[in-house]
């Protein structure tokens, strides 16, 4: 025992020494085996959570649509699904100073190859004045010729047209069927749709080509598939 006494007092700073270090090594382990486990939660947590956050946006899809007419930049964009006309005209730079969008549905949502068509300003102008232009604009926004999506309902749009078209009575209804081929100018501006300018071109198509039948009217210069739909229950050959 006194051995063990005088060879602890001799060494006594050493062992404790050795103890302490023993001690701050086994608690690095710890300490380290603590970190590691807590940065591979953090990093399995922060994986699984960019998993979730990029399901959503591989579902956004995209359309390309044309847009032309008015605007500064005219041409093919692409834009995420869901958005609406007025977005197109703003990717696109804005319209023109000479712009109108009376006939345009701006909060209209696009899709895939939507044709979008800026009309101008002396083309609403006449559109809303102008019989003849109007039934031309009309055509021009429905025509399969010209596409136009973006173009709102005819029955939306507020026109200046003639009382005989828009409040006809029961008499006007039943009004007597006006000869194309034979109907004084003013018999035929008496047909909704009709007006002198319109006369003039029938009268003038007839003294060369006789109608056949009624469907031939749309041999006349202006007179398309749209505006032969409203008249031909008012005319004959």
Not at 26 to 48: A, C, G, P, Q
Not at 190 to 217: L, T
Request: glycine share 4%.
């Amino acid at each position: 025992m006194e051995r063990i006494y005088e060879f602890y007092k001799k060494y006594c700073n050493y062992i404790l020494f050795g103890i302490l270090f023993l001690l701050m090594i086994i608690s690095e382990v710890i300490m380290f085996i603590y970190f590691y486990r807590s940065i591979n939660l953090i990093e399995n947590d922060n994986s699984k959570y960019e998993e979730v956050k990029a399901e959503p946006l591989s579902e956004i899809k995209q359309v390309i649509v044309d847009i032309k007419g008015e605007i500064k930049n005219p041409g093919v964009y692409t834009l995420d699904e869901g958005k609406r006309v007025i977005d197109v005209i703003k990717k696109a730079g804005g319209l023109t100073k000479n712009a109108s969008t009376t006939v345009n549905n701006l909060s209209l949502k696009i899709f895939d190859e939507m044709v979008i068509v800026i009309y101008s300003k002396n083309e609403i102008e006449n559109y809303l004045n102008v019989k003849e232009q109007e039934e031309n604009l009309i055509e021009k926004c429905d025509s399969d010729l010209i596409k136009n999506d973006s173009c709102v309902s005819n029955d939306s749009i507020s026109t200046n047209k003639d009382l005989d078209e828009d409040e006809k009575t029961d008499d006007e209804s039943e009004q007597k069927l006006v000869s194309i081929n034979s109907g004084t100018k003013e018999e035929l501006m008496s047909i909704p749709g009709i007006g002198e300018a319109k006369a003039d071109s029938i009268i003038e198509y007839r003294k060369e080509n006789k109608f056949e039948k009624i469907e031939d009217i749309k041999n006349v210069s202006g007179i398309g598939e749209a505006l032969f739909e409203k008249i031909k229950d008012y005319i004959t050959t």
